[in-house]
């Protein structure tokens, strides 16, 4: 199964902090390049083919390492340009890279074509609990 999230960071605290930070129950976060990042990640959906879930999200990144204070003195950070973060993980494995707006057309490309070969194993829903849920909301 493949689940799929997006967001902008439309929140204002938020950031990425460092990419080598563990977590519980996943291993080191990995940033690759665009390259590698489509290649490992055709290697977690084939792994996860039979069973299991591939986790994508895909944020806005300024370049920042640090979080942004609450109170006290806030520094003028400009970003050179967007960067888009994307992670992928199975929940054993991290990856992760950052696609600069110079090549996001190229990288999408590669990816949707990525998406499009591996997304063929996913379960139908039932139409049965579908008209249970439907009569009992009414």
Same mark, same amino acid.
């Given at each position: 199964m493949v689940r799929a999230r997006s967001g902008a960071s439309g929140? =204002? =605290?938020?950031?990425?902090? +460092?990419? +080598?930070?563990v977590q519980r129950g996943a291993g080191?976060?990995?940033?690759?390049?665009?390259?590698?990042?489509?290649?490992e990640l055709t290697r977690l959906f084939q792994k996860c083919r039979t069973s299991g879930s591939v986790?994508?999200?895909?944020?806005?990144?300024? =370049?920042?390492?640090?979080?942004?204070?609450?109170k006290g003195h806030?520094? +003028?950070f400009e970003p050179a340009d967007?960067?888009?973060?994307?992670?992928a993980t199975d929940g054993k494995k991290k990856i992760s890279t950052v696609v600069s707006s110079k090549e996001?057309?190229?990288?999408?490309?590669?990816?949707?074509?990525?998406?499009?070969?591996?997304?063929d194993g996913l379960k139908k829903k039932d139409k049965?609990?579908?008209?249970?849920?439907?009569?009992?909301?009414?």
């Open positions: 929140c =204002g =605290g938020g950031s990425v902090s +460092g990419a +080598g930070r080191a976060m990995v940033l690759l390049e665009s390259e590698q990042f489509l290649t986790y994508i999200t895909l944020k806005k990144y300024d =370049g920042r390492t640090k979080p942004i204070p609450r806030v520094e +003028g967007n960067k888009c973060l994307l992670r996001v057309n190229k990288f999408q490309m590669a990816y949707s074509n990525l998406l499009r070969a591996n997304m049965k609990s579908k008209n249970k849920k439907s009569k009992a909301t009414q």
